[in-house]
């Protein structure tokens, strides 16, 4: 049980960090909210890849991990939308106008 949390931990940082430099532009995420949108896609990635039976093969599980981080990359575009959604269009507190 202890070892399924820290390789969920380990895999879920990695797959977090993957995705952020695969979505293009800058995101406004913290590397709290990073590796928790990273673990989801893991955990989640893995109970998918289970399911169809992916997930039980013979060396690494290249499938599952793709479906990570493709589910990685979706949380992360999500989170960055819902961060920046009430910012466009702000110009810095100045309105827009030089002093």
């Known amino acids: 049980m202890i070892g399924a949390i ?3 931990i380990v895999i879920g940082a990695i797959v977090g960090a993957l995705a952020r430099l695969i979505v293009p532009g800058k995101q406004n995420m913290s590397i709290g909210l990073t ?3 990273g673990i989801v896609a ?3 990635g893995t109970l ?3 399911g169809f039976g992916w997930a039980n ?3 690494i599980d290249w499938i599952e991990h793709f479906l990570q981080l ?3 990359v979706i949380g992360v575009l999500i989170v960055a939308r819902v961060q920046g959604g009430g910012r466009a269009g702000r110009t ?3 309105g827009g106008t030089p002093v």
Do not use: F, W, Y
Request: proline fraction near 0%; avoid cysteine.
């Open 6 to 8: 820290v390789s969920a």
């Open 35 to 37: 590796l928790i949108v």
């Open 42 to 44: 893991a955990l989640l």
């Open 48 to 50: 998918i890849a289970q």
């Open 57 to 59: 093969t013979k060396g």
């Open 70 to 72: 493709a589910l990685a």
């Open 92 to 94: 810095g507190g100045t």
